[in-house]
Structures are given as C-alpha cells and as structure tokens.
C-alpha cells in the first residue's frame, strides 16, 4: 500500500465533496491542455510533482492520467514520462479555404440548438460527460492567446454538448460534419478576431454551461441559438456576407 495516507485527499473534500480526487486531477489536467499551458509535445510534470502540486497521491495522479490517456489526450512513453498527444476535437483541420459561413452557420442553428435541448435533459445521466463541458468551458476562460480564435477549444466545447445528448445516432450522423465547421469558422475569423471576442464567446460558453447544469432545455436552447446567432452575425459582418436569418425557432 501506497505509504501516502489518506489526509493528503483532504483539501479536495473542501473543494468538491460529490467528486472523486482522480476526477479533479483529471478536471485540471484538461483545462491545462485545452486553454493552451500544455500543448501537444509537452512532457506533462513528473507524477510526484502533480501529487504534490494537487495535494494528492501518486496513484491518484495515475488514475487521472489513466483518464486522459483512454480519451487519447495523453500518452506514457517509457523512460521519457507523460506527453500529451492531441486534444478532443479529433484530427487536424481543413487547409482548404472555407466558403459558405452563412450556411454553415445556418446549418448549425438548425441541429445545434435542439441538441442541446436533447443534452439538457439528459446531461444527468453523465456526471463525467458534464464535467468534461465544464473543463472545456473553463479552458476557454483562461486560454493564454485569447487574441486568436479559440478553434479547438469552441470544435471540443460543440461536439461535447452533441456527445451529452446520449444519441449515438445523432452523434454519427453530425460526425464528418465538423471539420467543415472549424474551418469554415476559423477562416472567416482570421484576421478579425479580439481578445473580446474570445471574453464574449467564453461568457456565452458559460451560460450554455450553466443551463445544461440546471437541466433546463429551453433555457439552454434559448442561450445556443444567441450564442450561434451572435457569431453569425459578427463574420457575416466580417466576411461581407448576408446577415442572420430571421429567427425561426417555436
């Protein structure tokens, strides 16, 4: 047995007492990752500095590191230590120019929306999907280049809420989607974008957050079509193209 006693769990009590101590290693982890402290090719701290550092054991940062490397975030290299690997928008994206935002966009409006309806009502079957979001939320509010678009960190945020739907059809289906999306987006960003579009986007991300943690649907889906709708608007502003459609939700 690990001579390191259990008091060394102690303060994460105070922190969360319904999660486990490898969940809030693993929590932290990722929001280094995806806000940018940790990029792919970094050798993550040794695993006594990380129990050290989280006031943890050994075997705890194990356990989180575990959890991290069977999302394919993370990869142990014998003799070498803990890299990280990728992040969960999964694969590089399109170097095609992107066209189309405003359709993009539509398209997004359309099942976006009622997926996080979906998601909202069903985001408690799931407490680790739901602490995923919220990691992914809180990398967004402390990405280190807040002056670039996020494309990353907003793709894994989207995709996330389609995963806490709990429809593995639905997910499927909007699967080879995605890439499309990021760079479409991405490109009618480029050049136009602010450190207060990245604070917007990170208020916007949080209140979607919020709603899902409350498991109100229509607060949720009310917050995703603003979110959307606000983003359509500023690169259809951008990119010269047509504005937002008028609103066509019940």
């Known amino acids: 047995m690990d001579r390191e006693t259990a008091s060394s769990e102690t303060p994460l009590r105070s ?3 319904s999660r486990r101590a490898h969940e809030f290693v693993a929590h932290e982890l990722l929001v280094l990752i995806l806000s940018g402290r940790f990029r792919p ?3 993550l701290p040794p695993e006594r500095a990380l129990a050290t550092e989280f006031g943890v054991s050994r075997p705890t940062v194990r356990q989180a590191v575990g959890v991290l490397a069977a999302h394919g975030l993370v990869e142990a290299r ?4 803990t890299f990280v690997v990728g992040t969960p928008s999964d694969g590089e994206l399109s170097l095609e120019a992107a066209q189309g935002v405003t359709d993009v ?6 099942f976006e929306v009622g997926a996080v309806r979906l998601a909202a009502r069903r985001a408690y079957r799931s407490r680790e ?3 995923l979001v919220g990691a992914i939320v809180e990398s967004l509010e402390q990405v280190e280049d ?12 989207h995709r996330a809420l389609v995963r806490l739907s709990d429809n593995t059809h639905l997910e499927a289906l909007l699967a080879p989607f995605w890439k499309t999306i990021a760079s479409t987006v991405a490109a009618a960003a480029d050049g136009v974008w602010t450190t207060d579009d990245t604070a917007r986007v990170a208020t916007q991300h949080r209140a979607v957050f919020e709603a899902l943690r409350a498991g109100d ?3 949720a889906g009310f917050e995703m079509e603003r979110h959307l709708r606000t983003e359509l608007a500023r690169l259809s502003a951008a990119t ?3 504005g937002p459609p008028a609103r066509f939700f019940a």
């Open 146 to 157: 807040a002056g670039s678009f996020p494309v990353e960190i907003d793709m894994t945020f």
């Open 217 to 219: 649907a229509e607060l």
């Open 105 to 110: 966009m539509e398209a997004r409006l359309v």
């Open 41 to 43: 090719g970094d050798r």
């Open 15 to 17: 922190l969360s007492l």
């Open 78 to 81: 014998i003799g070498s230590g």
């Open 240 to 242: 010269g193209s047509d």
């Open 129 to 131: 999907e739901l602490d």
